[in-house]
Every structure is written in structure tokens, then in C-alpha cells.
């Protein structure tokens, strides 16, 4: 069984976002850069799939500029066989939409022919939580949502996924091949040792263009503006319920 696993370069979680000076969008340059947290779930999931011996074979994918080869070194040295680089040079202006992301996963699956796909259920970036889902659409695979659990059954070919929703846990039966993205409390992805890390540098990254894929990766969206969001006031301190109520009804007007 292969496992093909998306995975994208955003901005440090642990980095304040900065919008440009001409507000075309966000500063990354000389900006700390990762894979987004919930790749990185979807990466030690799928490790630790092919650890228990429901897969062979493990291979990172990202649609990205070159820098994004720095992600995917990130996945190998976490324990992927290999990795395929669709290089894309974003302009600001025209962001890559979750639709194309999916054509771009979508051609690059048919291409792999893997049993299982697995994604983040969002990035930190955009928080779009899209992309999986238009994949599975455009695929026509089963899907499995925001998974806190995944059990294989290679014999059956068949994937159970448990996701948390309001009720409670929703246990869901898919067929193989399918398509499942994963939630915050699905795994606690490992640290690449040293030991890994040169592995990685060895190891293949396949490098190919949207254009060698026949995928059209054109924008119909157009950016205008990026701004920051209004700063908030400070909150201030009352001292009985009486003026709490007397502020919600003549300053907020909410009562």
C-alpha cells in the first residue's frame, strides 16, 4: 500500500504575522517558514501507518515555490521514502486557490496511484479547510474528515475513521482508495534526529510543473488589498454587576 501525503510551507506558528508595507499581503521575506501543523499530523500519521505494516511506502507531495524543497526535506527526514516538488511562483496578487491545490494533488495522485491520501484538515495560513475535500470531490473517493482516529484493514481494503463532531465520535467506514485529512488530537508528530535530517539530503524529491500535469492553475480571484485587522480597546475593570449591566445597555446597547 502507498500513502501519499500533502504537506505546505506557511509562516511559523510561533511568528507574528506582518502585512507588507504596500499591502499586497503578508511579509514572509527573512520570515521564519515550517510545514503547517497539520501537515505535520498527517505526516507522522502515515509514518506510523507504514510502521504497523498497513503501508509500503510513504510520499510527501507540496505545490510551492523552491523554498518549498525545505518542507518536503522536513517530511523525508521525518520518515518519508520520497517527494514530489510542483513548483509554483506564487504572485501575491493571484493566491493559488484550495480548487487548483486539489487538481494539482488530484493529477499528481493519478500519476502515484496511491490507496490512501492524506492532508491536513486546514493551513494556518488561509484556514480555507478545502483542499481534502475538493480532492476526494475531483478524485470521486470516499472522504473521511477531521480524523482524531485511523484504523487500516489492507485485507478488506477498507479505512475506519473516527472524527470528533458535536455529539460526540463519528465512526465512519471508507472504501480504498480514499481521501482523509486530519485533526489536531490524531497523533503528536515526531522530531527529526540528526541522523534523519542527513538522510534526508539524499533522498529524491521528483520536481515537475503544473504545465506537465495539464492543470490550469489559473486565478479567478484577485487580491485588492491586505490589511491588518482593527486594533482592539483595552478592556477596563468594573466593580459591581450594576455597571456591567449599565455598559452592556447604554455603551454596548447589546441589552
Not at 39 to 68: D, F, H, K, M
Request: contains cysteine; glycine residues 4%; neutral net charge.
Amino acid at each position: 500500500m502507498k500513502i501519499l501525503v500533502a504537506v505546505k510551507r506557511v509562516v511559523d506558528y510561533a511568528v507574528k504575522v506582518r502585512v507588507r508595507p504596500d499591502r499586497t499581503g503578508v511579509e514572509t521575506a527573512n520570515v521564519k517558514m515550517s510545514m503547517n501543523p497539520f501537515c505535520e499530523i498527517a505526516v507522522e500519521e502515515a509514518l506510523r501507518l507504514r510502521e504497523a505494516g498497513a503501508a509500503a511506502e510513504v510520499v510527501a507531495a507540496t505545490v510551492g515555490p523552491a523554498q518549498s524543497a525545505d518542507t518536503l526535506r522536513t517530511a523525508l527526514a521525518m520518515g518519508a521514502d520520497r517527494a514530489v516538488h510542483v513548483l509554483h511562483d506564487q504572485d501575491p496578487a493571484r493566491p493559488l486557490l484550495p480548487l487548483a491545490v486539489a487538481k494539482i494533488l488530484r493529477a499528481v495522485a493519478l500519476q502515484e496511484k496511491p490507496d490512501l491520501v492524506i492532508l491536513g484538515k486546514q493551513a494556518i495560513d488561509d484556514d480555507c479547510n478545502q483542499t481534502g475535500q475538493m480532492l476526494a470531490g475531483l478524485l470521486q473517493w470516499p472522504q473521511g474528515t477531521f480524523a482524531s482516529k485511523i484504523i487500516l484493514d489492507t485485507e478488506k481494503q477498507k479505512a475506519t475513521v473516527e472524527r470528533e463532531v458535536d455529539g460526540g465520535i463519528e465512526s465512519i467506514c471508507l472504501d480504498l482508495p480514499a481521501v482523509i485529512t486530519t485533526d489536531l488530537r490524531l497523533n503528536q508528530p515526531r522530531y527529526a534526529t540528526l541522523p534523519n535530517i542527513m538522510k534526508a539530503k539524499s533522498k529524491v524529491i521528483k520536481k515537475i510543473a503544473p504545465e506537465d500535469l495539464g492543470v490550469d492553475i489559473r486565478s479567478d480571484m484577485e487580491v485588492i488589498e491586505v490589511n491588518e485587522p482593527p486594533k482592539r480597546k483595552a478592556g477596563v475593570i468594573l466593580s459591581s454587576v450594576d455597571e456591567l449591566l449599565d455598559k452592556l445597555k447604554n455603551e454596548a446597547r447589546v441589552l
